[in-house]
């Protein structure tokens, strides 16, 4: 505990710094160093909480001890010291080894067997407890993070849901356009069929008329030719018939 | 220099002063800093330990508990802990092997009880001097052994302390003193015997610690 007093200046050079606050609460307390205007934080830092035990050699000296003296003495320093302090005291009789270091020895040994044997079990049990309380803890913050963040994802798959709904509206407006379309083009076959209808009845009516006038023609012509013919002719053009069916009588029978 | 046996329990005295009994406050060095919320191993491990024990007293207590009931017995448990287990050590003045300290502990405690008990609840404290199912003849002998059980309980719970300490110190120093005149061979049976001994007194030490307790949650539960 006084060593931590003694040496403050070392110590705050190989500070451990794993934070337990949240990354933007330490960025955000870094960046008011300057900002903040309650407190000074140049000078009077805010505490960080240590994440592991300090470093220790030999299971109970503080590293930081060796390294206060390692400017001076080098690594082997702390070690001669302390070596030379424990010869001087015991072949000097100022420290008499009797009951009680008897019963020190044997606790020093019942003590380095426990921590080597169990002491990383139960470490690693209170870690694990302490991270329970620690979730415990932050549990309320966590749920309330990973409910909005579940809210983002739903709210996103709506969004998705409603560019759906866009591309409905592409596809309704398409099919209308088609029904328009068919629509046109059947009416227009309509107005080329009733069109054609009309000019094929006038074609109609007048080749009929043609027809008319033609038969009409022919008769008239049939009738007045037949009225122009006199008896004379009728006689004259028969007597011809007959000459000539008999030359070519004549002929026949001559080529027979 | 041991004048004799017993002398390795008497409080030396610099300056006039008795510095040893400072010794108590030794268990303090070990209770946790609360600086921060979140607990560290140490703390979390003590913290355990409390829990557990806070659950079982209530449990002793039963239907007469009331909030905050067990805080006092708790806190006994880990103070006589502490002290026994840091007597174990070696140069640590052992209070609790002083029937001074342990009847400043237990008499205050029982008395308290009783008075409390007998002047305001006066019925309830006679009707335990007899128990259940005695047969008629005996109960005025009953009355008397109840009494005096009753009676020596202060003694009881701080002799038990406090003899058992002196017993286990007697021993580890018995063995310990054998070991200056021992040869390099020897001191190796020795060293095993004094770690079976020491592994003995600590469980002793956790047990005596937890046994007065739980007897005075017990004497409490009664008076309730």
């Known amino acids: ?51 592991f035990p300090a470093k220790v050699r030999m299971g109970f000296i503080p590293d930081d001890w060796f390294q206060f003296f ?19 005291l015991c072949s000097k009789e100022i420290y008499i080894m009797e009951h009680e270091f008897y019963t020190g020895l044997s606790i020093a040994i019942m003590g380095i067997y426990a921590v080597k044997k169990l002491g990383p079990a139960t470490a690693k049990f209170l870690d694990a407890e302490v991270a329970k309380s620690d979730a415990a803890l932050n549990s309320g913050r966590d749920v309330s993070i990973d409910q909005a963040k579940s809210k983002i994802v739903s709210e996103k798959a709506e969004q998705e849901r409603a560019l759906a709904q866009k591309m409905l509206f592409d596809a309704k407006r398409e099919n209308v356009a088609l029904q328009l379309e068919a629509a046109y083009r059947e009416q227009l076959i309509k107005v080329f069929t009733e069109t054609k209808k009309r000019l094929d009845y006038q074609v109609e009516v007048q080749n009929v008329q043609r027809n008319l006038e033609q038969r009409h023609v022919v008769d008239w012509v049939l009738r007045n030719v037949r009225a122009a013919v006199t008896p004379e002719q009728e006689k004259a053009t028969l007597s011809q018939c007959i000459a000539n069916i008999k030359s070519l009588a004549q002929q026949n029978t001559a080529r027979i | 220099m041991m004048a004799n046996l017993f002398s ?30 979140s607990s560290n191993r140490s703390g979390k491990l003590l913290g355990l330990v409390t829990s557990q024990l806070h659950m079982e007293f209530k449990t002793l207590v039963g239907t007469a508990s009331s909030q905050g009931h067990t805080l006092i017995f708790i806190s006994l448990f880990l103070f006589i802990l502490f002290n026994n287990l840091m007597g174990l050590a070696p140069y640590v003045f052992t209070a609790s092997s002083h029937l001074a300290m342990t009847l400043a502990l237990a008499f205050p405690l029982w008395l308290s009880f009783m008075l409390y008990g007998w002047f305001n609840h006066t019925l309830h404290m006679l009707a335990h001097l007899v128990p259940l199912g005695t047969p008629g003849v005996l109960m005025p002998f009953m009355v008397l052994i109840e009494t005096i059980s009753n009676v020596i309980r202060p003694g009881t719970l701080a002799v038990r302390l406090a003899a058992n300490m002196i017993a286990g110190h007697l021993l580890l120093v018995l063995l310990g003193n054998q070991g200056p005149s021992m040869t390099f061979s020897l001191l190796s049976v020795l060293l095993v015997t004094q770690i079976l001994l020491l592994t003995l007194e600590s469980a002793v030490a956790v047990i005596q610690s937890y046994v007065f307790a739980v007897l005075a949650t017990l004497y409490s539960s009664e008076v309730v």
Do not use: C, H
């Open chain 1, 70 to 88: 390692y400017s001076k003495t080098g690594v082997t320093g702390p070690y001669t010291f302390g070596l030379g302090l424990a010869t001087y």
């Open chain 2, 8 to 37: 390795i329990f008497d409080p030396s005295a610099t300056l006039s002063l008795p510095m040893n009994w400072m010794a108590i406050f030794v268990g303090l060095f070990i209770l946790p800093w609360t600086f921060w919320v």
């Open chain 1, 1 to 51: 505990m006084l060593s931590r007093v003694a040496l403050k200046p070392v110590r705050s050079a190989i500070q451990p710094l794993r934070m337990t606050q949240t990354s933007a609460t330490s960025n955000a307390a870094a960046a008011a160093t300057s900002e903040s205007s309650e407190r000074d934080l140049v000078n009077f830092p805010r505490p960080v909480r240590q994440e």
